[in-house]
């Protein structure tokens, strides 16, 4: 049986993540997940947020995620619009990008990384 220091329960978003922050911080890490790839049945996250797309661009991967989806500087809540091109940010506007496209391109970093 191998031992990691840290083992993550599910390869989604916020698992291939913290496997990338973990690794990226010399910590043995392995993700146990139960699908084979990123096909998602139905849908599911939609986008990413501006200071989601912050952090990924600290971690200089933003271009990655930037090339696949469509910026809106409009987002909605309800029947509501807000317009956040003023974002006091480098990114002042969503991403829309399907999760298993968002889980496609992480895991695609996280494989750079010594993740197991």
Excluded: C
Excluded at 19 to 34: N, S, W
Excluded at 46 to 54: D, F, K, S, V, Y
Excluded at 57 to 80: C, H, M, N, P, S
Excluded at 100 to 107: K, Q, S, T, V, Y
Aim: proline share 4%; charged share 20%.
């Amino acid at each position: 049986m191998t031992e990691h220091a840290v083992v993550i329960a599910g390869g989604g978003p916020t698992g291939l993540m913290l496997a990338g922050e973990l690794a990226l911080a010399k910590i043995d890490v392995a993700i146990v997940e139960r699908r084979a790839n990123q096909d998602l049945p139905g849908s599911r996250a939609g986008g990413l947020h501006a200071r989601t797309i912050e952090v990924l661009d600290q971690r200089g991967i933003a271009e990655r995620f930037l090339a696949e989806g469509k910026k809106a500087q409009v987002a909605g809540f309800a029947a509501t619009k807000f317009d956040i091109s003023d974002f006091p940010t480098r990114h002042p506007y969503g991403l829309g990008l399907w999760q298993n496209h968002i889980e496609r391109i992480l895991a695609a970093w996280v494989g750079e990384l010594p993740v197991t």
